[in-house]
C-alpha cells in the first residue's frame, strides 16, 4: 500500500509557476507508474500528466502539452509536476496517484491509490 501527499499549491497570476510535488510512502515507490489530476467542483476528476516507474515515459492532456513538466526521484519517493505559463483554467485541485499496472494509464478509475489533493488557483 502506498500513501501520497500532495504540497505546493496556492494562488498565483495568469503566467506565472507552481511545482506541486507528491510524498509516497508505504510501499516500493519505483513499481507504481505515477499521474496526476485535476478536479473543479463538480466535475469529473481529469487526467493531467503521467509518468513511467522507470521515469522514462510521460504522458500529458493536449491543454498543458509545453506547459507543464511531470517527474520522478525514486530515490526521493517524489513526484513532481511543474506547471508554467498557468491560465486560470488550470484553477482546480490537483491529485497525484499511483498505479500497479504494467504501462500508464490515463483513467482515473484504474490508479489504485491517491493523495488528499492540493488546490491550485490562478487569477486572470
Known amino acids: 500500500q502506498v500513501q501520497l501527499v500532495e504540497s505546493g499549491g496556492g494562488l498565483v497570476q495568469a503566467g506565472g509557476s507552481l511545482r506541486l510535488s507528491c510524498a509516497a510512502s508505504g510501499s516500493t515507490f519505483s513499481r507504481y507508474n505515477m499521474g496526476w489530476f485535476r478536479q473543479t467542483p463538480g466535475k469529473e476528476r481529469n487526467f493531467v500528466a503521467a509518468v513511467s516507474w522507470s521515469g522514462g515515459s510521460t504522458g500529458y492532456v493536449d491543454s498543458v502539452k509545453g506547459r507543464f513538466t511531470i517527474s520522478r526521484d525514486n530515490a526521493k519517493n517524489t513526484v513532481y509536476l511543474q506547471m508554467n505559463s498557468l491560465k486560470p483554467e488550470d484553477t482546480a485541485v490537483y491529485y497525484c496517484?499511483?498505479?500497479?499496472?504494467?504501462?500508464?494509464?490515463?483513467?482515473?478509475?484504474?490508479?489504485?491509490?491517491w493523495g488528499q489533493g492540493t488546490q491550485v488557483t490562478v487569477s486572470s
Open positions: 496517484a499511483a498505479d500497479r499496472g504494467p504501462i500508464m494509464r490515463w483513467s482515473p478509475r484504474l490508479y489504485d491509490y
